[in-house]
């Protein structure tokens, strides 16, 4: 599976949980648990919105598509 975005990455970054997010967001907790696995992706407003609550810019949220050398 690929990986594409980095929710769980930042999550434990901000010493936060998938069970807060969900919270926050108004979503069920296996539905941000899918997310963090990348088994599933939030839509493109969600996305925006877990920004906003994470209070870091979209980008840090996803997995760069550059290839590094």
Do not use: F, H, Y
């Amino acid at each position: 599976m690929k990986e594409i975005n980095r929710l769980k990455v930042v999550l434990v970054e901000q010493k936060r949980t998938g069970k807060w997010l969900a919270e926050t967001l108004g979503k069920n907790e296996a539905t941000i648990s899918r997310w963090c696995t990348n088994e599933t992706q939030p839509s493109l407003d969600t996305l925006l919105a877990i920004a906003k609550v994470l209070n870091v810019d979209i980008k840090e949220l996803l997995v760069s598509s550059k290839e590094t050398k």
